[in-house]
C-alpha cells in the first residue's frame, strides 16, 4: 500500500473487517500517513491488498466520510479530510453508530427501536403458514426439498403473476419473473447483470445504504438525485443525464425509503417518458406500496410501463416475514439469461420447500386476510405516531405526513444537531437514526434529518418513546444555553 502504510486485518476477530480497516485508516490520518487531499486507493485495489471484498472496502469508505475523515469526488475517487482538532467527534466511538451506518442494529433488552423498519413476531401469520407447511409436506413429500428451477418454482412464478396483476395492476408473464431470497438480492443480482465499471448509476438523495453499497461493489459511478416531497428532483435528473448518461435510476417511488415520500402521478410518468428517450432503465423497489392509510391510490412505476423499461423488485419481508427471505424481480426477456446467470453464481436457487409453501399461501388467499389485519394495526401505529410527533413542533422540528409506510422523516432546526440526539436517545435507550447516514456524499449540506419507524413497536413504547425524545431535546437545549452569570465581586 502507498505511502507505507501497514493495515493489518484480523479475519478471526468477532470485529467486522470494514470497522477494522476504517479504525487502520483513520489512524494512519491521524499520525499524517495520510495527510489532507491525499486519494486513497481504489475499492478494488485496496480489496486485492488486503485479500477482502469490495463491499468492505465500499462500507469503510464510507464511514471515513460519515465520521469526517473522507470525501468523495465524482467519477475520480475518496480522499483524505483532516479533522480539525478542536471538532467534537465524540460520536466516533460509538460502536452501535458505526455498524447502523452499514445496516446493522445494535439493541439491548430494553431498548426502543424507531431504527427498525421490520414487523413484529405478533403479527406473523404463523398458524395460516404452519397449515400450508404441513400441507406441502403431506403433498409432495420428499419433492419439497429437491431444487426448483433457478428461476424459481413454476407455479409459484404463475401466482405471483396473478398476484401482480389482480393487486397492483401489472401485467407479467410467468417467464419474466425470477425468485430472489429476498428484495436485496434482487438488487445484487441487477448489479451483477447490468453494471459494467465506470458505468453511471443514479439514485434518489438520501436513498437505501445497501443499495449504494451493491452498485459500488460492481464499480458504479454513483450520482445523487435529490428527492423532494412529490418525488425525485426532475430538472436536475434531467441535467444530470446528459451530463452522465446513466445505465439505470434506482428508485422507490412509493414511501421511499428513507423519506417516506411518494412521487406525484405526473413524475412518475415522466420517469418513464425519460427512460424511453435516453434509454436506461428503471430498478423500481416496491416493498412498502400495500401499506397506504390515507386511501390515495399509489400504483407501482411498472403498471404505467408501455416501453418495458422498469425492471420491478418487490419483497415481502416488510409486509409478511422477514425471515421467509421471499422476494421477486421482473425483468425484460432480452435480460434474462444474464439474471439467471447472476442468481446460480448467487445462490443456486432459492428455497423450493418456502417457494412451494408460499405459492399454497397465495392460492389459498390467505394474504388477503394478513394485509387488512397489518394495516389496521399499521394504521392505529401511524396515526399515533402522528399525534406524537407532533409535540416535536415547538422545537422547530417539522415533517410531512406521507399517509402510509412505515417511518417518518423528520427534519431538524439548525441549532438542534441529529446526531446529538441520536448521542443523547442511546443514552437512555432510545434508538433512533440520523439522516447523514442516509445519504450518498458531502457534498450535501442538509442532512440534519432523523427517520423514526414504529414497524417493531407496540403502542406504548411509542408514547413512552416519544416522552423520552422530548426530554432528551430539552437537555440538549438546556446544555447549550449561556448560563453565565455575572455578580459583584465582594
Known amino acids: 500500500m502507498d505511502n507505507d502504510i501497514s493495515i493489518y486485518l484480523d479475519k478471526n476477530s ?50 471515513l466520510e460519515s465520521k469526517g475523515f473522507a470525501y468523495s469526488k465524482k467519477g475520480s475517487g475518496t480522499y483524505v479530510k483532516k479533522v480539525a482538532e478542536e471538532t467534537n467527534f465524540e460520536y466516533l466511538e460509538d460502536e452501535s453508530m458505526d455498524l447502523m451506518t452499514s445496516g446493522i442494529l445494535t439493541l439491548s433488552e430494553n431498548s426502543i427501536n424507531f431504527a427498525s423498519v421490520s414487523p413484529t413476531p405478533d403479527l406473523f401469520p404463523v398458524e395460516e403458514f404452519k397449515q400450508v407447511l404441513i400441507e406441502i409436506l403431506e403433498r409432495d413429500k420428499g419433492k419439497a426439498f429437491v431444487y426448483p428451477e433457478i428461476n424459481g418454482y413454476g407455479p409459484l412464478r404463475s401466482s405471483i403473476s396473478k398476484f401482480l396483476e389482480e393487486n397492483y395492476s401489472i401485467i407479467i408473464d410467468p417467464e419474466e419473473i425470477q425468485i430472489t431470497s429476498g428484495g436485496q438480492q434482487g438488487i445484487d443480482i441487477i448489479a451483477k447483470t447490468l453494471i459494467e465499471p465506470g458505468d453511471y448509476v443514479f439514485l434518489e438523495n438520501p436513498t437505501y445504504s445497501g443499495a449504494v453499497a451493491a452498485f459500488q461493489s460492481r464499480g458504479a459511478k454513483i450520482i445523487g438525485i435529490p428527492i423532494l416531497e412529490d418525488g425525485i428532483n426532475i430538472e436536475t435528473l434531467k441535467k444530470n443525464i446528459k451530463q452522465y448518461p446513466p445505465k439505470f435510476l434506482y428508485t422507490m417511488p412509493n414511501y421511499q425509503s428513507p423519506t417516506s415520500y411518494s412521487y406525484s402521478n405526473e413524475k412518475k410518468k415522466e420517469l418513464i417518458k425519460l427512460a424511453n428517450e435516453n434509454n436506461f432503465f428503471i430498478i423500481e423497489d416496491d416493498f412498502l406500496s400495500d401499506l397506504t392509510y390515507d386511501g390515495e391510490n399509489r400504483f407501482p412505476l411498472k403498471a404505467i410501463d408501455e416501453f418495458d423499461k422498469v425492471i420491478y423488485i418487490k419483497s415481502f419481508s416488510k409486509i409478511l416475514m422477514p425471515g421467509l427471505r421471499i422476494g421477486i424481480l421482473t425483468a425484460p426477456r432480452k435480460l434474462f439469461k444474464s439474471i439467471i446467470k447472476a442468481k446460480h453464481t448467487t445462490d443456486i436457487s432459492s428455497s423450493g420447500f418456502i417457494q412451494r409453501a408460499f405459492d399454497l399461501y397465495l392460492r389459498k388467499g390467505f394474504w388477503k386476510e394478513h394485509i387488512c389485519n397489518i394495516k389496521k394495526d399499521y394504521k392505529e401505529k401511524y396515526e399515533l405516531m402522528i399525534r406524537e410527533a407532533n409535540s416535536l413542533k415547538k422545537y422547530g422540528i417539522s415533517f410531512k405526513k406521507p399517509g402510509g409506510g412505515l417511518s417518518l422523516w423528520l427534519k431538524l432546526p439548525k441549532e438542534l444537531n441529529a446526531y446529538d440526539l441520536y448521542n443523547e436517545c442511546m443514552k437512555k435507550d432510545i434508538l433512533i437514526v440520523p439522516g447523514k447516514i442516509f445519504f450518498i456524499n458531502e457534498e450535501n449540506k442538509d442532512t440534519n434529518w432523523i427517520r423514526l419507524s414504529f414497524a417493531s413497536l407496540d403502542k406504548n413504547q411509542i408514547k413512552k418513546g416519544f416522552y423520552i425524545i422530548n426530554k432528551c431535546i430539552e437537555s440538549i437545549k438546556y446544555n447549550k444555553e449561556d448560563r453565565t452569570r455575572y455578580v459583584p465581586l465582594i
Open 14 to 63: 468477532s470485529k467486522p473487517l470494514y470497522i477494522q480497516l476504517y479504525e487502520g485508516l483513520r489512524k494512519s490520518i491521524e499520525i499524517s500517513k495520510l495527510v489532507e487531499n491525499e486519494k486513497l486507493p481504489s475499492i478494488r485495489n485496496m480489496a486485492d491488498t488486503l485479500g477482502v471484498n469490495n463491499i468492505t472496502v465500499v462500507n469503510a469508505y464510507k464511514l
